[in-house]
């Protein structure tokens, strides 16, 4: 198959790989009792040693969020919320584990953690505080010993050099049958041991990161769709599995939207040049898709997938005040950057009077806030307007990294929307 020819290629350019697999479980996959059948099945199959992560089963970190907010706001709707979880983990136990042994060992082991949560919440809700050190820590599984991370404007981020030495030192051997399971999304602070977590959907970095770190031969992303689609099934009810993506496209794709896999995730194999595989658990005989190097061809496809992000917030900068002065984007960026305020688009007048970016609605309020306090000074002298918001946006993009010697994509682009009056 693929994969296995995309191997030999590897290994006859002279590039070794450990001889072993990291698979990474989606929170469908995980989410019942019956798919869990399927994840072992697929596991089994398996000849080579894999490190397999897991995402929390489907759901549970918004209902973790969202029960650690109903008790911080004094609603005792809390104890509900947290009852079904906990039931609902009784219950993959109770139908999943069928050694008695295991069985009791789990669910003291689990108990324990319902517990510990029980009282967290209930902490929460007696005193109406929760600082962002116990917020990680309730959606938390199981520590993290493996994956650090440091603190970077007000984002943990994982230090990729400590993680990789943690990680070939803990999966450095792994005994017979060669599977390890690991959760994924958990980290903790270098500095101060802390529980953390490297972002929602984060997961598939996790798996990254272990691939990386243990060389291995593929990183194999198990979702709840056939692969990586042209846009998102959800949306466009046409759309189609793609065979192949370039490492480029995919993380063009997922930075605008297309979730099947978190975009942080490509970087550390794409450094290894280790190919990522995205399939379905639940038809594990539907092709998938290979992300792997490929350069750009002129005689390949144009344009290989279409992806949107709903929830956009367009702030612009404007003043004549702003024409040829030095040092105007430095402050804007910085500002947004001290303030863990990531930028997905930029544009800038060609008379420099204005700039345009584009954040995530949650965060426009901030980015408001602290470039009005940037920018208060020349506010105040009336050479920079009061910074401009607009709401309800979408943010589209077209990728395939074949179009840019190509002529007329953007004619057509903005003719297909000029024509839908759009
Ligand atoms: P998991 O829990 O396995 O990580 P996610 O829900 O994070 O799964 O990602 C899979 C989902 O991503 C799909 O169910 C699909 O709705 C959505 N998605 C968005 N864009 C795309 C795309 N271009 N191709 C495939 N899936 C997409
Ligand atoms: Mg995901």
Redesign the pocket.
């Known amino acids: 198959n693929k994969t296995t020819v995309f191997c030999t290629e590897l290994s006859q350019n002279g590039i070794s790989r450990n001889q072993m697999k990291v698979m990474k479980f989606?929170?469908?996959?995980v989410g019942s009792p019956e798919s869990l059948q399927l994840v072992k099945k697929i596991i089994e199959k398996e000849t080579d040693p894999v490190i397999v992560v897991v995402?929390a089963l489907?759901g549970i970190t918004d209902r973790l969020l969202l029960a650690a907010d109903f008790a911080l706001n004094n609603n005792p709707a809390y104890k509900t919320l947290l009852e079904e979880l906990i039931e609902r983990h009784r219950n993959v136990i109770s139908k999943t584990i069928t050694s008695y042994e295991a069985k009791e060992e789990t669910t003291q082991k689990a108990e324990q953690l319902f517990e510990e949560l029980q009282n967290i919440l209930r902490g929460v809700f007696l005193i109406g505080d929760l600082s962002q050190k116990t917020s990680d820590k309730i959606v938390i599984y199981d520590s993290a010993k493996f994956i650090k991370t440091n603190k970077q404007f007000n984002n943990h981020i994982p230090d990729l050099n400590k993680s990789n030495e943690l990680i070939k030192k803990t999966f450095s051997e792994m005994p017979p049958p060669n599977v390890a399971i690991v959760p994924g999304f958990i980290s903790s602070s270098i500095e101060e041991n802390d529980i953390t977590n490297i972002g929602r959907?984060g997961?598939?970095y996790t798996a990254a990161i272990i691939a990386a770190a243990m060389d291995a031969t593929m990183l194999v992303i198990w979702?709840?769709?056939d692969?990586?689609?042209?846009?998102?099934?959800?949306i466009i009810n046409s759309?189609y599995v793609i065979d192949e993506l370039s490492f480029t496209e995919a993380i063009e794709?997922s930075n605008f939207?297309?979730?099947?896999i978190y975009p942080p995730t490509i970087f550390p194999v794409y450094h290894k040049n280790i190919p990522i595989y995205i399939k379905n658990t639940f038809s594990t005989e539907s092709k998938g898709t290979l992300i792997k190097n490929i350069k750009p061809t002129r005689n390949g496809k144009i344009i290989k997938?279409i992806?949107s992000i709903s929830d956009t917030a367009l702030i612009t900068i404007q003043g004549l005040g702003m024409v040829g002065v030095t040092g105007v984007n430095k402050r804007i960026f910085t500002a947004l950057a001290d303030n863990g305020i990531s930028v997905f688009i930029v544009s800038q007048a060609s008379s420099e009077n204005s700039t345009s970016i584009g954040v995530r609605t949650q965060d426009a309020k901030l980015a408001q806030k602290v470039l009005n306090k940037e920018f208060a000074h020349e506010i105040g002298m009336g050479s920079i307007n009061e910074v401009l918001v607009e709401y309800d946006l979408a943010t589209i993009a077209i990728v395939g990294q074949n179009m840019s010697h190509v002529p007329g994509i953007a004619g057509k682009f903005f003719g297909a929307l000029g024509r839908n009056g759009i």
């Open positions: 989606g929170g469908t996959s995402s489907d959907g997961s598939d979702t709840d769709v692969g990586f689609m042209t846009a998102d099934p959800k759309a794709l939207g297309a979730k099947v997938g992806s």
